[in-house]
């Protein structure tokens, strides 16, 4: 879904960071009972962080769109050339 519209390096910072990695190929030796808790806790944390790193990005890009809107309005009621008629 999104990598039509993200680079895959940007992919890769916002999603795949090195605790998710890390994670996953973790799966199957934090199974057991005592390591449930400390598992849970990580995968929180890193679910959380995500979110932060989305929201932060979300903020840039509104931030851009706004500065990129602003800069196109402002320029387009610059006359294009002035012209002095006498």
């Known amino acids: 879904m999104l990598r039509s519209h993200i680079s895959d390096r940007d992919l890769d ?35 959380t962080e995500r979110v932060e790193a989305f929201e932060a990005a979300a903020d840039a890009l509104d931030t851009r769109i706004g500065r990129w809107s602003r800069a196109r309005s402002s320029s387009s009621l610059t006359p294009a050339s002035t012209s002095r008629t006498t």
């Open 13 to 47: 910072q916002l999603v795949f960071t090195d605790r998710y990695r890390a994670l996953l190929g973790s799966c199957g030796t934090l199974a057991g009972s005592a390591q449930q808790r400390p598992a849970n806790g990580l995968v929180q944390l890193e679910v």
